[in-house]
């Protein structure tokens, strides 16, 4: 039987502030740095840290243990709205030139410049 991937709807963005709504990082914000919309999951910098162990390379012939961002699943994740101070849903909205904007269901205010 063939494995078919399934891409899920990601609300969210690289690069788009956001807030980890639940989990043992929960409160945090920070910059999405990467988006998998296969798996349905993101990688929020500074959360979700994880251990890694690394053999000497020569880009780092120490070795040693790496701290770094493992992903979350995106619905753990919400849009930080800077206006409102705090994760908010997003609506989206098309400009009087055609273009389609997402914006703050509680102030308006746009996300992609």
């Known amino acids: 039987m063939k494995s078919e991937v399934i891409k899920k709807k990601v609300h969210v963005k690289k690069g788009d502030m956001v807030q980890i709504i639940s989990g043992k990082d929960a409160g945090k914000k920070g910059k999405i740095l990467s988006v998998d919309p296969a798996k349905g999951r993101v990688i929020v910098e500074g959360a979700n840290l994880v251990k890694r162990h690394t053999?000497?390379?020569?880009?780092?012939?120490q070795g040693g243990i790496v701290e770094k961002e493992a992903a979350v699943d995106s619905s753990n994740v919400m849009i930080y709205c800077s206006k409102c101070k705090g994760?908010?849903?997003?609506?989206?909205?098309?400009?009087s030139d055609g273009k389609k904007v997402r914006t703050c269901n509680k102030c308006g205010e746009e996300f992609d410049k």
Do not use: G
């Open 55 to 61: 053999r000497p390379t020569q880009a780092k012939p």
């Open 87 to 95: 994760p908010v849903r997003i609506s989206k909205k098309i400009l």
